[in-house]
């Protein structure tokens, strides 16, 4: 069965400081994996995805993510935070590829937190 | 691309009465999902459409939970008796379920019972 855990429910950093949002997985399959972000009272917004090609992956707002499978891990990164990213992000792990109905399995959340 | 649809944006219900919500996918996407949300938690899965067929559902999809879509367009989910543990925020993504297409959520219907 898949899982993931993100370590840390509450993250706080400073504007202009760098972003480390930690994601473990566990997966009987080669996962696909997905960091989304969510403002107050909005839906998920993708953020990036990971889908078996590069290990390092590049996705919007500067922001990207490194697959290591020998840590099982997908931590998410920004190395300059702006005021505008403090939000609730989620990873997830698909259960299957996207072209066979996966659905996603989402960790608890972190909230960052950006300080002037 | 006017995005995922949900309808209503709030719902306040007293326990005990039934309750439905309404999502209209992205147009042309065939898969369709409904999630739970609580607080300080991340989305649940609870059932998966593709086209108007029913998929899977989650056992977290007791039987007073009963999702549809009828024509493989928009998709209902009804709760019967509501009760208190079920105030949550219910998002609803789709997808054109093709190669590795991401998942476009909602805004999601904030439900809460009284």
């Known amino acids: 069965a898949q899982s993931v855990t993100q370590l840390g429910s509450h993250v706080s950093v400073s504007e202009g400081a760098l972003v480390l949002l930690r994601c473990n997985y566990s997966?009987?399959?080669?996962?696909?994996l997905f960091w989304y972000v969510q403002y107050p009272n909005q839906g998920l917004q993708l953020l990036l995805k990971?889908?078996?090609?590069?290990?390092l992956v590049k996705g919007i707002n500067g922001f990207e993510a490194e697959f290591k499978k020998s840590e099982t891990s997908f931590h998410l990164t920004k190395p300059s935070a702006h005021m505008s990213d403090a939000a609730e992000y989620f990873c997830?792990?698909?259960?299957?590829?996207?072209?066979?109905?996966?659905?996603?399995?989402f960790g608890q959340g972190t909230e960052l937190s950006v300080k002037p | 691309d006017t995005g995922v649809s949900q309808n209503p944006r709030h719902k306040i219900t007293k326990r005990g009465q039934n309750v439905t919500f309404r999502c209209d996918p992205i147009s042309e996407h065939n898969r369709l999902y409904w999630y739970r949300q609580t607080l300080g938690q991340g989305p649940e899965f609870l059932t998966y459409?593709?086209?108007?067929?029913?998929?899977?559902k989650s056992r977290l999809l007791s039987d007073r939970f009963s999702a549809e879509r009828p024509k493989g367009s928009f998709s209902t989910l009804e709760i019967q008796r509501t009760e208190q543990g079920d105030s949550a925020m219910y998002l609803c993504?789709?997808?054109?379920?093709?190669?590795?297409?991401?998942?476009?959520f909602g805004n999601g219907t904030r439900l809460t019972v009284t």
């Open positions: 993504a789709s997808s054109p379920g093709q190669g590795d297409s991401p998942l476009h």
């Open positions: 997966s009987s399959v080669p996962p696909y």
């Open positions: 459409f593709q086209n108007e067929a029913q998929l899977e």
């Open positions: 997830a792990v698909s259960d299957r590829g996207y072209n066979q109905g996966g659905k996603l399995i």
């Open positions: 990971y889908t078996s090609a590069a290990t």
